[in-house]
């Protein structure tokens, strides 16, 4: 079987303006990276051609008056919040993005790949269901979900491991109990959602797991999390398929967060996800390009380790080039994996009730 890279020229077309964080090169360098690696033509790797996505399929995860506001701003432009200029003619990227993932999730129903990985632009998972924020417009990763639900796969896991928490993802699906959302993301950063004590609500009280790490966090923390949390809580949940939001802004070198993972973690943590994925639901799974913002000395290589993981390469080269290296010792921290320890005693307690897991420690 092959992994699939869900991915269109039009992803660099898409700009707010050429400073913003969030700009055609966050793809760019990787295209040259894995060009210069040869995954293009690796026989493991299929490329597909994403299609926008339609109105039935985003209205499953947001309002149609927030859909009215977009068709509305799209002529001329609009502001969505601060940080977020919609720029005339802005919807055919989000679309395309939106269904982008769509296509990634429904390749891999469909067996033509094993996996998949949508690597679209704009990311989407601070999109709620009536609103936009955080660069985001349509949320990418919630579409995707609602269409594979729409397939008959009942029960989803979202594993968001972007350094700022997906508070758009976590509100279209607060209430689902067939939707288990958990993310791991820094603490005290933008939008500042994603407490441990968000749990769900009504029938999906529990089916949000929020796991806040420490600034300085590494390889080691996200390794323990997936230990200590997510793998248990994917055992009791046994989904059906699982959706990643692949954030990869918690590389050391990313500009607006403070965490310290490298691209030899991504790769490892990417590689963990599919296990579970292949010992719970026949590897059933796809990813979600996200955040990440340093874009020459994090996204190529956290992508690649990302495609390698999910095709079953060889991960022992996936490392970023040692000029960046000062700057992984001067952000990591020894003691985020102590904090993080104490946050997930702090979340068994809180889920004691909810999970097996959580009452067995």
Not at 19 to 31: D, N, Q
Not at 216 to 239: H, K, N, Q
Request: with cysteine; hydrophobic share 40%.
């Amino acid at each position: 079987m092959q992994t699939g890279i869900v991915y269109h020229e039009n992803y660099l077309k898409h700009e707010q303006s050429p400073s913003h964080p969030e700009r055609r090169e966050r793809i760019a360098y990787t295209i040259d990276q894995l060009e210069e690696e040869g995954i293009w033509y690796d026989p493991s790797i299929r490329m597909i051609s994403p299609r926008p996505a339609t109105d039935e399929e985003v209205l499953a995860a947001h309002s149609e008056r927030y859909l009215h506001f977009l068709k509305q701003s799209d002529p001329k432009g609009g502001i969505i919040d601060i940080n977020t200029y919609a720029p005339p003619g802005f919807l055919e990227y989000a679309l395309l993005a939106a269904g982008g993932a769509v296509c990634a999730g429904e390749s891999v129903l469909s067996g033509e790949v094993e996996n998949a990985f949508a690597m679209v632009r704009p990311p989407g998972h601070h999109a709620g269901r009536n609103i936009g924020a955080g660069f985001c417009y349509f949320n990418n990763i919630a579409i995707m979900v609602r269409a594979i639900q729409a397939n008959g796969f009942k029960k989803v896991m979202i594993l968001d491991w972007d350094a700022h928490h997906g508070d758009g993802t976590q509100d279209i699906f607060y209430d689902d109990p067939d939707v288990l959302f958990t993310s791991i993301h820094q603490s005290h950063l933008f939008p500042g959602t994603g407490m441990v004590y968000e749990t769900g609500s009504a029938r999906g009280l529990g089916y949000s797991i929020n796991m806040p790490v420490p600034p300085g966090s590494s390889d080691d923390v996200y390794e323990m999390l997936m230990e200590e949390v997510i793998t248990p809580a994917a055992e009791e949940f046994r989904p059906d398929f699982i959706a990643i939001s692949a954030g990869q802004d918690c590389h050391f070198t990313d500009p607006i967060t403070l965490l310290a993972v490298t691209a030899h973690g991504y790769a490892k943590l990417m590689s963990s996800a599919a296990g579970i994925a292949g010992s719970l639901c026949a590897g059933r799974l796809a990813v979600v390009l996200e955040g990440g913002y340093g874009v020459e000395g994090a996204l190529p290589y956290t992508n690649l380790g990302i495609i390698a993981a999910l095709a079953g390469m060889d991960l022992s080269q996936i490392r970023e080039p040692e000029l960046y290296m000062p700057l992984f010792n001067s952000k990591r921290d020894p003691i985020a994996i102590r904090k993080a320890r104490e946050m997930v005693v702090e979340l068994k307690n809180i889920h004691r009730d909810h999970w097996e897991f959580a009452s067995r420690s």
